[in-house]
């Protein structure tokens, strides 16, 4: 079966770096608009960044400047980048991607398990 599994989350200081990595394995035949979301505690989920097909970019306004997103076809993996981190970064952070697993085969959402990055002074 499909899976996606992020790595790369931790403890880190205010201002401080991480990079999360999102791997998608199994009977892919196509992975279509990756993307990193969130949840805080006692709050909905939202979308921190997308990255379409076709390489085109979208960020929550909270993240604008600090975090990228990028993508690697060959490896089937998508990253996130976070810099000059937050307190209020804090989060689970999720990999998310529709995903066909066979030509003209219809596409399903696939979230991975999730990773924690906690900001902590």
């Known amino acids: 079966q499909v899976q996606l599994v992020e790595s790369g989350g931790g403890l880190v200081q205010p201002g401080g770096s991480l990079k999360l990595s999102c791997a998608a394995s199994g009977n892919i035949f196509g992975i279509y608009a990756p993307g990193w979301y969130r949840q805080a505690p006692g709050k909905q989920r939202e979308l921190v960044a997308g990255i379409t097909i076709g390489g085109s970019t979208n960020y929550a306004d909270s993240v604008k400047g600090r975090f990228t997103i990028s993508r690697d076809d060959a490896k089937n993996t998508v990253a996130l980048q976070m810099s000059s981190l937050k307190l209020e970064d804090t989060a689970v952070y999720y990999c998310?991607?529709?995903?066909?697993?066979?030509?003209?085969?219809?596409?399903?959402?696939?979230w991975g398990q999730g990773t924690q990055v906690t900001v902590s002074s």
């Open positions: 998310n991607a529709r995903i066909s697993t066979s030509r003209g085969g219809r596409t399903e959402n696939y």
